[in-house]
């Protein structure tokens, strides 16, 4: 395992000093946002790849600059972040805390571009209107599913499975009179996430 992120964290650093021959095409970032709504959380299903070229150089950068024991860990801590970056997640414009995120980094097919999917769970409390806004909706893609429960108010709800792109955020209708769950409830959590994705 230990190998193979090494490999991950030197092909990644190799690709980078290429320099512009390596980087012929470039491509914007892109952020895809799967929101599944359960009856006591909500989790994000977040994929995120940096555009090609000096955003790319500067992820790559600054993950070169921890100790070689941590250069995997550095560069997933790194993607996570700026998968995230942009986007908050509240309701009725109450910020939620998130109680859970997990993340696996790779490269995308070519080499070019390391990516990241995180999975980020947030505990749903009782109220109108649940929100997932992303302050840069150039590179963010939307789409949400409901499972396990009825706390989306569906006749007024934008369609599930489908793809929302350069919108700024998704406002999803709580349903009136939905019991709010407590401490005590065990977390709906998958254990992988499969069932998230499209």
């Given at each position: 395992?230990?190998?193979?992120?090494?490999?991950?964290?030197?092909?990644?650093?190799?690709?980078?000093?290429?320099?512009?021959?390596?980087?012929?095409?470039?491509?914007?970032?892109?952020?895809?946002?799967?929101?599944?709504?359960?009856?006591?959380?909500?989790?994000?299903?977040?994929?995120?790849?940096?555009?090609?070229?000096?955003?790319?150089?500067?992820?790559?950068g600054r993950a070169s600059t921890a100790p070689k024991s941590r250069a995997r860990e550095a560069l997933q801590e790194?993607?996570?972040?700026?998968?995230?970056?942009?986007?908050?997640?509240?309701?009725?414009?109450?910020?939620?805390?998130?109680?859970?995120?997990?993340?696996?980094?790779?490269?995308?097919?070519?080499?070019?571009?390391?990516?990241?999917?995180?999975?980020?769970?947030?505990?749903?409390?009782?109220?109108?209107?649940?929100?997932?806004?992303?302050?840069?909706?150039?590179?963010?893609?939307?789409?949400?599913?409901?499972?396990?429960?009825?706390?989306?108010?569906?006749?007024?709800?934008?369609?599930?499975?489908?793809?929302?792109?350069?919108?700024?955020?998704?406002?999803?209708?709580?349903?009136?009179?939905?019991?709010?769950?407590?401490?005590?409830?065990?977390?709906?959590?998958?254990?992988s996430p499969s069932r998230l994705s499209r």
């Amino acid at each position: 395992m230990r190998a193979a992120a090494r490999l991950l964290v030197a092909t990644a650093l190799a690709v980078w000093l290429a320099g512009p021959a390596a980087w012929a095409h470039t491509f914007p970032a892109t952020r895809q946002v799967v929101i599944q709504v359960e009856r006591c959380e909500v989790v994000l299903l977040v994929g995120y790849r940096p555009g090609t070229g000096e955003p790319t150089e500067a992820i790559l950068g600054r993950a070169s600059t921890a100790p070689k024991s941590r250069a995997r860990e550095a560069l997933q801590e790194l993607m996570a972040a700026f998968a995230m970056a942009p986007l908050t997640v509240s309701v009725d414009g109450q910020p939620l805390v998130p109680t859970a995120v997990r993340a696996k980094i790779g490269l995308e097919p070519g080499g070019a571009r390391p990516m990241v999917v995180v999975l980020v769970t947030y505990p749903l409390p009782a109220g109108k209107s649940l929100s997932v806004a992303s302050q840069d909706p150039r590179s963010t893609r939307l789409s949400w599913q409901r499972t396990g429960g009825e706390r989306v108010a569906i006749s007024d709800a934008p369609q599930q499975g489908k793809w929302y792109p350069g919108v700024a955020s998704m406002l999803l209708p709580l349903a009136a009179g939905a019991t709010p769950c407590d401490s005590t409830t065990p977390s709906s959590l998958p254990s992988s996430p499969s069932r998230l994705s499209r």
